[in-house]
């Protein structure tokens, strides 16, 4: 009798390593099961979540207001841009109001004083040197009234005058009173812009990269793949583009064969004016 019940009490070290087992057992079990469901997030998360942005880009396009060349076809690219409109042209309110309706920033794109160039590429009211700081404000104010929708500004050509500081000076000093920003296409390496627009408190941001110095589709393909690492890399950059002569359809085209890869990328496009906010 003694004997039978001996066989039946479990000895309490072995119980131990029973209840040792068991738990291991279990956790074991636990962790597999929620190692299969993190697997199933993940992949979920791989194919159906939105990309996660690294970086903004801003696409100028310069030159509107001006020739026909890629106008209408560059409008219809489906990201947005930022169209730079030169004022006081025909075509000038027109192609505002319709980058304005296809949901594109508008902008003003001032001519200014180039070291070299024919001065008739600036038009009638170019700022140049000869001018006096009111009459630059003047031009400026003007600009800001013929150019509908505009909520910035930035330099069609000027590799001379955007090295001043007085001529700068009068030009911010307007974009201050009507809360624009501005652009600086860096057409000189001596450019004050930015120091005047941070004197002023003006937003300002410089060009990264010209899209299409050279009229050639793969060229302009490279350069809007270098755009993308910039912005990966920076956080943020700013490409400016031509409709035009010296850009137009193969622009367009480039740009359009592109917008996949670069959101690939990490990368979203946006207008210049959201490169502002952090
Ligand atoms: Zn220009």
């Known amino acids: 009798m003694n004997k039978k019940i001996k066989i039946l009490i479990i000895p309490k070290k072995i119980l131990l390593y029973l209840i040792i087992g068991f738990s291991l057992i279990l956790v074991l079990v636990l962790f597999n099961r929620y190692r299969a469901n993190m697997m199933v997030w993940k992949h979920r998360e791989n194919n159906n979540a939105p990309i996660k942005e690294y970086g903004n880009v801003a696409i100028i396009i310069d030159d509107f207001g001006n020739v026909e060349g890629g106008t209408l076809e560059m409008l219809d690219l489906k990201i947005p841009l930022t169209c730079a409109i030169m004022p006081f042209l025909k075509k000038t309110e027109e192609h505002a109001i319709l980058a304005n309706s296809k949901g594109h920033e508008v902008i003003i794109h001032m001519p200014m004083e180039p070291h070299k160039g024919d001065p008739k590429w600036l038009g009638e009211k170019g700022i140049t040197s000869k001018l006096s700081t009111e009459e630059i404000k003047a031009i400026t104010r003007e600009a800001i009234a013929d150019v509908p929708h505009a909520v910035g500004l930035n330099n069609h050509m000027g590799s001379k005058a955007t090295e001043d500081p007085r001529i700068m000076g009068a030009i911010i000093s307007v974009l201050k009173e009507n809360n624009m920003y501005i652009i600086d296409s860096k057409t000189s390496i001596k450019s004050v ?7 002023y408190g003006v ?16 060229e302009i393909k490279r350069q809007l793949n270098e755009l993308g690492k910039i912005a990966i890399q920076k956080k943020k950059a700013v490409a400016i583009g031509h409709v035009g002569p010296e850009g137009g359809l193969v622009t367009v085209k480039a740009i359009n064969e592109m917008i996949q890869q670069i959101e690939g990328m990490g990368v979203k496009f946006v207008k210049a004016s959201e490169l502002f906010i952090n």
């Open 203 to 218: 937003p300002v941001i410089e060009r990264s990269i010209f899209l299409d110095n050279e009229k050639n589709i793969s």
């Open 193 to 199: 812009i930015k120091e005047v627009a941070n004197e």
